[in-house]
């Protein structure tokens, strides 16, 4: 059985995409495959499981050696489970930077494009068998598409992601806009989570030099929610770099209605790389950056101590 993931801390393109790969392997290629997820999905992801009655994939917190595996929405060893590169890893479908470090037992098919969502690839992968894929799959592409462009607003967006979701919701008769409002406003209720848990839920793991940053990202419609927890957001940002082994949490508060993002600024280290990254002026504990969206695009490549 082909297990079907994607990165730690899931959102909806991880959530989604091993559910239209393992559909896509099961019922067209005929191989028994399964989607699985390495951790709880977020309130986004849940809310489109819900939406469109999809089953919440399981849990998994490591891998059997020689386990057959097909990676989607990453190919960084960081974000898989430690013991990735004793499974048998027969592919990779992603968006993403290419980083190294994975290792395979023999040739494998690799999909890599320069597109906003892994689900985006997908649909051009699965071509005219396309119409055979049922409403709630497609409802979980959609979705995805949705999700990593912001509906269009994030600077990965491509025209192929646009056009590919207008078909989706044609087919699916769907009104983009509030479909996509709703499932923002479910993201953007995060009442229920812990600080710590804000702190991981959308995030990754970056270096720059000897620097190691938990860049996280929390992408809301509502970003007083958030930022109204600031003071305790920051005292908590130093046992969670402690415990995940890295110097600094960065978190960006991205503001999707208004296209900014509010990054927090707890100490010296994070106002330096306020101001050198973003070439921005720092006087309080927060600073704004307008048009920032995206943490692939203007976060990670523009991160400078």
Sequence with gaps: MIQVFGHKSPDTDSTGSPIIWAWYLNEIKGQAAKPVLLGEPNTEAAFVLKRWNL?????????????????????????????????????????????????????IDIRIEPLACTATIMWKMIGKDMAQMPENVKGAMLSCILSDTLEFRSPTTTQEDKAIAHDLAKDLGVELAAYAAEMFEAKSDVSAFSDAELLRMDSKEYGVGDTKFRVSVLET????????????????????????????VLLFVVDILNEEATMLVPNELTKSVAEKSFDAAVSGDTVVLPGVMSRKKQIIPNLKV
């Design 55 to 107: 089953d919440k994939p399981e849990i998994i917190d490591g891998l059997e050696a020689d386990a057959p595996v097909v990676i989607v929405d990453t190919n960084n060893p960081a974000e898989l489970p430690a013991n990735i590169n004793d499974a048998d890893i027969q592919g990779i479908i992603d968006h993403h930077k290419l980083v190294g470090g994975l290792e395979t037992k023999g040739p």
């Design 221 to 248: 419609t509502a970003p007083k929610m958030v930022l109204d927890r600031k003071d305790s957001l920051m005292a908590s940002m130093a046992d969670v770099a402690k415990e995940d082994g890295v110097d600094q």
